[in-house]
């Protein structure tokens, strides 16, 4: 299950940097169809990177991952690694910026390990915890 949280500030990377985070519900901050949205997002990505290679992965342009939520737009940040026994391991990061205040948001993470046979298991709540 993906995991939501309103981020108050961030500055720096998707994965990284700074940030300032509170769970839904924190000071009545909470937005279900937000992150409805933004689950529906990140749901399409395995589909896409399915179709392809991990090794190419890399080569994929960001409009393919740039979903438009009300009248903005989301993003959709991707990271991972492919071992040498071609497991990947995939966490992606989908945010809709406050109106009014681009340094916060609304996020969904979710990650899943992807075997070589093709099967693509989700993260369990702890280790999805670790990477959020």
Same mark, same amino acid.
């Given at each position: 299950?993906?995991?939501?949280?309103?981020?108050?500030?961030?500055?720096?990377?998707?994965?990284?940097?700074?940030?300032?985070?509170?769970?839904?519900?924190?000071?009545?901050?909470?937005?279900?169809?937000?992150?409805?949205?933004l689950?529906?997002?990140?749901? !399409?990505v395995?589909? @896409?990177?399915? $179709?392809? &290679?991990?090794?190419? /992965?890399?080569?994929?342009?960001?409009? =393919?991952?740039?979903?438009?939520?009300?009248?903005?737009?989301?993003?959709?940040?991707?990271?991972?690694?492919?071992?040498?026994?071609?497991? !990947?391991?995939?966490? @992606?990061?989908? $945010?809709? &910026?406050?109106?009014? /205040?681009?340094?916060?948001?609304?996020? =969904?993470?979710e990650?899943?390990?992807?075997?070589?046979?093709?099967?693509?298991?989700?993260?369990?709540d702890?280790?999805?915890?670790?990477?959020?």
């Amino acid at each position: 299950m993906p995991v939501r949280s309103v981020v108050l500030f961030k500055l720096g990377p998707p994965f990284g940097g700074l940030r300032l985070a509170v769970r839904p519900g924190f000071f009545g901050l909470d937005d279900p169809l937000a992150f409805e949205a933004l689950e529906e997002a990140i749901a !399409a990505v395995p589909d @896409v990177l399915r $179709s392809r &290679p991990p090794n190419t /992965w890399h080569e994929l342009p960001n409009s =393919v991952f740039e979903p438009h939520i009300r009248d903005r737009k989301a993003s959709i940040d991707i990271t991972g690694d492919v071992t040498a026994t071609t497991v !990947a391991t995939v966490v @992606v990061r989908a $945010s809709l &910026p406050f109106h009014g /205040w681009p340094f916060g948001g609304w996020v =969904v993470h979710e990650a899943w390990q992807c075997a070589a046979d093709g099967a693509w298991t989700p993260f369990t709540d702890d280790a999805l915890a670790q990477v959020w």
